[in-house]
């Protein structure tokens, strides 16, 4: 091995590596990603409960495995039920039968 072998062969070793472009890859199309089409129909509004009462109703739904969205809506739809049973159907005019708009 002759000395210019051997100086190339240390340069080569401490040389700085040449940084070459990587191509980052497309991202995937994002499938079922946010909430089901069937919550676009639902109004939302927001209410404020006790501590305590909020912690039960946090527990129970845990325990069952259910969301508290679907607790209250049937809580207050047995509420209306019953009260309609003992007063008569409420009629409801149409502005409020479609979501409010944003």
């Given at each position: 091995?002759d000395?210019?072998?051997?100086?190339?062969?240390?340069?080569?070793?401490v040389?700085?590596?040449?940084?070459?472009?990587?191509?980052?890859?497309?991202p995937?199309?994002?499938?079922?990603?946010?909430?089901?089409?069937?919550?676009?129909?639902?109004e939302?509004?927001?209410?404020a409960?006790?501590?305590?009462?909020?912690?039960?109703?946090?527990?129970?739904c845990?325990?069952?495995?259910?969301?508290?969205?679907?607790?209250?809506g049937?809580?207050?739809?047995?509420?209306?039920?019953?009260?309609?049973?003992?007063?008569?159907?409420?009629r409801?005019?149409?502005?409020?039968?479609?979501?409010?708009?944003?």
């Amino acid at each position: 091995m002759d000395k210019n072998d051997f100086k190339q062969g240390l340069q080569n070793l401490v040389k700085k590596p040449e940084k070459k472009a990587i191509a980052s890859p497309e991202p995937a199309p994002k499938k079922g990603v946010g909430r089901p089409k069937e919550h676009d129909k639902l109004e939302k509004t927001t209410v404020a409960f006790e501590p305590e009462l909020m912690g039960k109703l946090r527990m129970l739904c845990l325990q069952d495995g259910v969301q508290i969205r679907e607790v209250l809506g049937e809580a207050l739809e047995r509420y209306i039920s019953e009260y309609e049973q003992e007063h008569g159907q409420i009629r409801v005019p149409s502005r409020f039968r479609e979501p409010a708009k944003k």
